[in-house]
């Protein structure tokens, strides 16, 4: 089998395309290199620079490499960014999905892995959040990857196309160094850039409805987030015409205040922090059921948060060589 991975490059999907051919799958990488770094790209496995926006390119990468699956993660991510610049937005993640839906669907390429996101439920009122709670995003783009999931299971069900939507939770961690999150959006990076420059780390409210007052995360490694596609995509290609939609998380909600004392402790810092107001729109608590995806592909999570804090950290350390001379875990 040949994958074509769009955003391979990237922070997930370079860890997706190492775990495809780890397992003996063919990938080939789709990125318009935007945000992804083309060193990321493993030997012998193919680059292709371009949009999905630009549907002959990607006709001619399905042609050329044979491809018989695509697992699409190319995508614009920032919350704040999507509410600045929606119709940017909506055109890279919802009108690229259809030019790439439109030429996979062409191509007749029978499996289509979609990278969603757990931002397609807004703020929901439950204890753990299953495939069923009603999504309400609370930002273009949560309703970009909602409206992607329809795109997708649409054309599946018009055409016969094998198709999982994968909703991830707060992705953290690296499996090599050189592989670790560049970017400065996500918690972890955010509290390791406040440490670099000798700065407490934030918290946005802590006066929310949870056990120590901040908000409720559940944490999935991105290891584990990538052998999540692999078991998605081969039982996508064992089962002609399936529809998986499926939460990718641990199951365990951890805090903001918890995750910044355990980067504190894992890098050798003692930086206590510093109470920031609340950001508009931040839930107190979401926490994926990890129920079906463990029924419907045997896949749970193995890596716990100190094990995405350390390989994160040994990756910023590399980035960031001034970040400290600390050994993590001591």
């Not at 060193?39 to 390119?57: A, H, I, N």
């Not at 990718?248 to 995750?259: A, I």
């Amino acid at each position: 089998m040949t994958w074509l991975i769009t955003g391979g490059a990237g922070y997930i999907g370079a860890h997706v395309v190492r775990a495809m051919t780890g397992a003996g799958e063919r990938a080939v990488v789709y990125d318009d290199l935007s945000t992804g770094i083309a060193e990321r790209v493993p030997d012998g496995v193919p680059l292709v620079v371009g949009s999905t926006l630009d549907g002959e390119r990607v006709t001619r990468a399905l042609r050329d490499h044979e491809v018989t699956g695509v697992v699409h993660l190319a995508a614009k991510k920032q919350v704040g960014e999507s509410v600045d610049r929606p119709l940017h937005y909506y055109r890279e993640n919802v009108e690229g999905l259809r030019v790439l839906l439109a030429a996979v669907t062409a191509a007749r390429v029978p499996s289509f892995v979609f990278s969603s996101s757990a931002a397609v439920y807004g703020m929901p009122d439950v204890h753990l959040v299953t495939e069923e709670t009603p999504c309400a995003p609370m930002s273009p783009y949560g309703e970009t990857k909602l409206a992607g999931e329809w795109l997708v299971r649409a054309t599946g069900r018009a055409t016969g196309l094998s198709t999982a939507c994968l909703r991830y939770f707060n992705v953290a961690g690296a499996a090599a160094p050189e592989l670790a999150d560049v970017g400065v959006f996500n918690i972890v990076p955010m509290i390791f850039e406040r440490l670099t420059a000798h700065e407490p780390p934030r918290v946005f409210g802590a006066d929310y409805p949870t056990p120590d007052g901040t908000c409720v995360r559940d944490y999935i490694h991105v290891t584990d987030l990538a052998e999540a596609h692999v078991a998605t995509a081969r039982a996508l290609m064992a089962t002609p015409g399936r529809e998986l939609t499926l939460n990718v998380g641990r199951g365990e909600g951890v805090s903001v205040r918890e995750m910044i004392d355990r980067v504190n402790e894992t890098t050798g810092h003692a930086l206590p922090p510093v109470i920031a107001p609340r950001r508009p729109g931040d839930p107190a608590r979401v926490v994926a059921s990890a129920d079906r995806i463990a029924t419907e592909l045997g896949w749970k999570a193995k890596h716990d948060v100190q094990d995405m804090i350390r390989s994160a950290w040994e990756g910023w350390v590399r980035l960031h060589p001034e970040a400290g001379t600390t050994t993590p875990g001591r």
